[in-house]
């Protein structure tokens, strides 16, 4: 059950749950589509919030086609009118149903083999409610995910932390900054000993100036989600990132599948803090597998 609505579980090739890559949650009986639309996006929020929790990593599509169906096959003389051939869609499918309403089809492709009660443990704990209209914090938990599918350490690393600096880029200046800005732009006009080029020039500048540098921003982030004892441990990982994607560091393999655990164990804390103080409720695993008070 899933916000008092039966939910049917399958595979995509009929395997066992636990085994399969692939994943159809369905669940009919609506009226309307925006009502099954409204429903399906909570789902897929909480399969994605769940996913990562439980660290199986979960890719809940982006509700396109993953494949095309050739018209020659819609005009084959005496094609039975009930068969109606779609492509399979990766993500978000509302499909009509004559006989009890709308058909939703949310589809998550999932990386590994996984314990199948621990993650519908997750779902059911889940509340994602006020994470809906949060795009940045949906992207971060996308790229999350993709860390944990990914199969290379330095692509967990990279994607792990630009989770984290996508948060931290978006963190803009104050309603009191904005409008000192404003201010000086303004002021610009009132010298007289510069050209209206140079002076154009400035103001330019003004416009374009973001808050801080990008390694500040994630300081800055994590200090509003009252993470800021873990800075060193972050200006570490973002450090030797750095090192390795220049090819500066002479880290062994093992240390660096070290740090891939530990950079998504960190991002992921930091995304998953900043998913809860917005009013969001997590699973109890997410305390479990990320060591931190998220």
Not at 30 to 59: D, H, M, P, W, Y
Not at 161 to 180: D, H, M, N, P, R
């Amino acid at each position: 059950m899933f916000k008092n609505r039966e939910v049917i579980i399958t595979s995509e090739r009929g395997e066992a749950l636990s085994k399969g890559d692939w994943m159809i949650f369905e669940t009919r009986g609506f009226t309307t589509e925006n009502q099954a639309t409204n429903f399906g996006t909570q789902l897929k929020l909480v399969l994605g919030v769940s996913g990562f929790c439980t660290r199986i990593g979960v890719n809940v599509g982006a509700d396109k086609p993953r494949g095309y169906v050739n018209e020659k096959i819609l005009r084959i003389p005496g094609l039975d009118s009930r068969f109606w051939p779609r492509p399979n869609v990766h993500g978000l499918e509302i499909l009509p149903d004559v006989e009890r309403g709308v058909l939703l089809l949310p589809s998550p492709t999932l990386s590994q083999k996984f314990n199948l009660k621990e993650f519908l443990v997750a779902v059911t704990e889940c509340s994602v409610e006020a994470l809906v209209d949060e795009q940045r914090l949906i992207e971060s938990l996308g790229l999350l995910n993709q860390a944990l599918l990914a199969k290379e350490p330095f692509s967990k690393i990279v994607l792990a932390i630009s989770a984290v600096e996508a948060l931290g880029i978006s963190e803009g200046w104050t309603c009191k900054q904005e409008s000192l800005l404003k201010h000086l732009a303004k002021h610009i006009d009132s010298f007289s000993d510069i050209s209206e080029y140079e002076k154009e020039e400035i103001r330019s500048r003004i416009k374009s100036l973001q808050r801080s540098s990008l390694s500040k921003s994630v300081v800055s982030l994590l200090v509003s989600l009252e993470m800021g004892s873990f800075t060193k441990e972050w200006k570490r990982i973002d450090r030797l990132r750095g090192k390795l994607f220049h090819r500066q560091s002479n880290l062994s393999e093992s240390e660096i599948n070290k740090l891939s655990y530990d950079s998504v164990r960190l991002s992921g804390a930091v995304v998953l803090r900043a998913i809860k103080l917005k009013g969001n409720k997590l699973p109890k695993i997410a305390l479990k597998n990320f060591d931190f008070d998220v």
